[in-house]
């Protein structure tokens, strides 16, 4: 592991900067802090078509340079094709004022790699996750297969951020990232004829926690598209373009908010836009009439419609839902996708009533209507659960579920289910009887076609199902439980016999489980060998038990939840196992929060204590953490080395000259350490520091300042600025001047540094124009560099704006 430290564009050795007190701690040593698994994040660009490896940026959080890629789809591939880089710190701009206080998003790292799906794999999200030996990711990242349109890359201006893209011909995904705050995203195009145009942008169901706003402008600059995600389902839309037009699209947060995680899937198709199917759930091996609700698809027109068809379902294996385009004759629509179940849902018409027999599975609208009815006939003692879902069909229903009895009694009712809109209930009937079951909405949505509902009833019978958790950490040589939990259905109270199935080599289990008759859950005691190697493997455990008089299995099933809806959680039969290492070392923050103030513009050196644990007395890497406290406003530290055996370091924290002095600024740490598995491999540990390094922050003690502000370029060859240098008095220091050019303007520009001794302030600057820069606006910095105790930097920059006008140069 080799230190780093990157501040502002200026890297230095690390052993410039630290000092090192090899005097044992001070500090008591505590009970050993747990390591911090790598969490997986995103991935760009974020999809491609299948059956073709893609080239693409992994990125992730506390990652390791041995993390493990771990797909949780079989028909996806993951693999890494180059080094992990540094921890990404945002560029400015920042948030100032109240929303500084915000919570920042995790700091990632990138790794290059590819991605490829299967040739057979459908339209849609896959997931995958991350593992090491500091155990298992507790999220997923998300990858999306095309429907194998062409698919380009966002391509940022070199100069300008607001020219927009071009695009070629459509239909066309475009993949793209709001990378910084206030950035917006254009894309102009056009197309051959008169049509109908789809629009849709992937971000929330790709795992991306943002809500998206989009303006569409003809050629004359009016809005004639004026969308936001306000319910957080992602952007749909259409609208009519005229031939050769030239069309401007802009996509931003809504808050403007920006991210390295902020990707997204823009798809423009010419062709209708399909919002919502009856039935919303269809049947593999079967044809049956499907009824399209969307825009356009009955007149290619720009108005909410519907259009049916009969459609062939082919028979599927393992696959939940079909996809299909609807094929018209003003176009293709974006693919469909249609959850599979047993057998399709019966459609009914809005306004009639219908009889409820257990299983029931129905799918409706209201479309206008307040309300829909149905009636259940049943006795008492019987139990019945009752679900509307909406959500994931894109219906705008927020439902509400009651049942009444025969006298108008209100027995149940129900709005919200735990994280969703959607609504469901199960109840007891009192007496026998006919009983209503009512669907309202509570959104005021119910006035349009895509008001659509899928209502499922079911008594219950005896029966029985397993959950257990998605994953599970397991050290080597220690013994973990997995619990395993019971729902017992319909009065079935009789002993369930468990296996579990795929065990590595290594890790036993008692030899009998069993939840015993009228029991809930069961413990399973896990235990690993200590020779075990480091590793993440799926293991499944199977539930035998008799239901009258025939023996019934059932697969313990394990929740993995969604990142963000509308993406539906994922079922899964796997328990993922992560075996990891103890944790060797404690990393603990010295200084009292809030203890220390510290300069605008300076290096802090944070005093930190590192506890061994286990005779380990190898090299420690202090990093940034992931995990930070508020908007950071470009707070930097480096990848810091304490060598073996030392136990106290200052850790070099670099505190940019704009930071708010109103504000106190914090930085939390891990430690990464290299140690063997038992196997030899060579595997590193995460330990989050104890505390965070808290600094109050003052006035700037070095202040650049250039003379002009702003230049006009016509033929000029070089230009000069004169750079004056404040210092206050407990920094007399001498300083570098130097040019801080962006690197896309390095083809056009250069200049040299100079050095000030402590008597001077100030001095001319010349910057080369090597050649004419492209017609715009245009900024470099002057850079001026001190360090204090000989060792620790303190920066300022001042902006000069060069205007250029290319036209008039020779």
Known sequence: MNGRYVSSGCRFATAAVSLILAASTAIAQKKASPLKAPEPGYVFPPGGPPGKAIPVELGGYDWTPDVDLIPLDSRLQLEYTGKLGPVLVPLPPYWFGPKGQNPPMPLPRERPGTIAFAATTPPGPVRWTTANANGIGTTTGIVWVGDGRPEIIESRHPFAANQPQQLPALPLTVNGRLEKIEEVDRYQFSVPQDHLISVEVLARRLGVDILLACVIRDSTGKKIVDIVDTTGNDLRTCFFAKANELYTLELHDLDFRGDRSYVYRLDLTPGPLVLATLPTVTAADSTIPI??????????????ESISQHVTIPKQSNTPEFVYALKTAYGTSPAVRIPLGDKADQVIVPGSVTTLTSPAAISSHLNGAREARFTLTGKKAETWR?????????????????????QGKEIARNDDLPNTTDAGLTFTLPADG???????????????????????????????KLTVPPRLNLEVGGSVDLAVTATRLGGFNEPIRLSVKGLPPGVTVPDTLEIPAKQTSLKIRLTASPELATAAWPIQVIGT?????????????????????????????????????PPRINVICVEADGGRKVHRGTTHPAEVAIERLGGFAGPVELQMSAKQSYQRQGITGPDFLVPADVNRTFYPCFMPEWLETTRTSRMELIGVIQVPDPKGRMRYLVTPMAGRITMSIEGAILKAEVNPEEVSLASEKSVDVLVKIQRAAKFNEPVRVEWNIPHVLSDYLAGNGVELDRSQTETRMSLLVKQPLPPGEYEVKVRVTGLQEGKYPVISEATITLISRAAAMK
């Open 434 to 464: 006919v009983y209503t079951v009512i669907v309202a909405d509570v959104a005021g949505k119910s006035g349009d076609l895509q008001s659509v509902f899928r209502l499922t009833a079911e008594q219950i019978t005896p029966d029985y």
């Open 545 to 581: 038990a008799k239901i009258g008089d025939q023996p019934v299995e059932r697969p313990a099933t394990a929740l993995i939840p969604a990142p963000t809806p509308p993406l539906e959680p994922l079922i899964s039969d796997n328990v993922w196992v992560a075996v990891t290492l």
């Open 386 to 406: 009752l679900t509307v879902e909406c959500r994931r069909f894109g219906s705008s229903l927020d439902p509400l579920v009651t049942v009444v009895d025969a």
């Open 291 to 304: 009824q399209f609700i969307g825009y356009g698809v009955a007149t290619g027109k720009p108005v909410l």
